[in-house]
């Protein structure tokens, strides 16, 4: 896929609540059943639009901040390819377990905190393959971060390292390259309206 950080400027708008703090992650050939069995989650509900997650989400970490509540739903990609998109308010589960999430498939997860703090991972089979912070993206790791690398800059984050770099691409590039990654294509039509199946699990 050839995304760009222009194809998710939609990110940016203020009156988006997902993007003040969250976490999206992809995985590859798993149902959304799969993906909360793997989380160890327990069942909470089932939730239309992801602002429907929002005071939920809230509400779990209100009575225990080692609780995430996690949405999942089916999407597909440009292929028809079929992979489970997690979604999580101010959580980072998908983040912190990507590794482990991505034994027998491919993972793709990025979180950011309220203070534009985060973390971008790719994880195939166990393995981490490329990981950085997307406010510092010329500082990466992992076995794929030189082939990584090049989607990046494709994706429009700047990865210079003066004072000077441009960092109002932060955000919708992460999105940008979770696509080229994934072939998944997300939208705000998709989020809004995708059917979640919801579970409580523990952050590590």
């Given at each position: ?50 602002e429907e997650l929002i ?150």
């Open positions: 896929m050839d995304a760009t950080a222009e194809d998710y400027a939609w990110v940016r708008n203020e009156t988006l609540r997902l993007t003040d703090a969250y976490c999206l992650t992809l995985t590859r050939g798993l149902s959304p059943d799969e993906v909360l069995t793997r989380w160890t989650a327990r069942p909470h509900s089932v939730r239309r639009g992801y005071e939920p989400a809230y509400e779990v970490a209100g009575r225990d901040l080692s609780d995430v509540l996690v949405g999942v739903t089916p999407v597909k990609d440009g292929d028809g390819g079929d992979w489970a998109l997690a979604v999580e308010i101010n959580g980072y589960l998908g983040s912190s377990t990507a590794v482990a999430l991505s034994r027998g498939t491919r993972v793709v997860s990025h979180f950011r905190n309220v203070n534009a703090v985060g973390r971008f991972h790719l994880a195939e089979d166990g393995v981490e393959k490329a990981v950085f912070d997307p406010l510092f993206p010329a500082m990466r790791f992992g076995a794929m971060s030189a082939a990584v690398r090049r989607e990046m800059r494709a994706a429009g984050f700047d990865l210079g390292k003066g004072d000077d770099r441009d960092l109002s691409v932060t955000l919708p590039a992460a999105f940008a390259l979770a696509e080229r990654l994934t072939g998944v294509r997300l939208t705000l039509g998709l989020l809004t309206n995708a059917e979640y199946l919801c579970g409580v699990a523990r952050l590590p």
